[in-house]
């Protein structure tokens, strides 16, 4: 698990393909990689990756699956490329953010950037239909970082948009500040929320099942 509070940029440092996998070396920054060890969890834009190797106490090695490939950006970087990472949370540690798995569930476009005096605002286009899970004021994870919802708009036919607003301390521990309109961006939405829509979706689709024929046939008739 982690808690969505980006630790640092680290730099892919070498980069090596196979059919079906990819394997990455980052560079981390300093004192991010004490006590790193094998087998542990680290989360590389979002993506919970599972270190293979450790290189002195900078650098290690990670692989990344074929599915992550296709699902997130991970498939797109190039060597030299910078990633927000973060260690797996300890026991007892505090979360300043909300619980993330590194799960990604969609990659999201950057459809805008604006930069109002003291202020950084990325809006976020998200295909159906993921926007049934984004709600203002609500949690979302963009590229590992735990960020609020400052608005969000849901269109016909599931996709829609959300902003998040970035303070001097995020673009400074984070890649956001590079970021621009076209790029992808990897989004966990927060699970708590998903389970609370999906459980009232299946009620609902429950109880007004048996009814859908005769309610088309009634909007049918009124050109509804």
Known sequence: ?????????????????????????????????????????????????????????????????????????LGSLALGGCVNVERAARDGAEVGGHPLSGHIDFAARVAEVRRPDNNHVLRLAVPAPWMRYIFAKGYIAVNGASLTVAQAQREPGGAGWFEVWLIPETLRMTTFGEKIAGERLNVEIERSTQAVVDTVRDAVAERLGPLLPALEAFARERGL
């Open 1 to 73: 698990m982690f808690t969505g509070i980006v630790q640092g940029i680290a730099h892919v440092a070498q980069l090596s393909d196979r059919s079906g996998l990819r394997c990455l070396r980052l560079e981390f920054p300093r004192r991010f990689a004490d006590g790193l060890a094998v087998g542990a969890s680290v989360s590389v834009d979002g993506v919970c990756l599972t270190v293979t190797a450790v290189h002195g106490d900078r650098a290690a090695d990670v692989d990344v699956m074929q599915p992550s490939l296709t699902l997130t950006t």
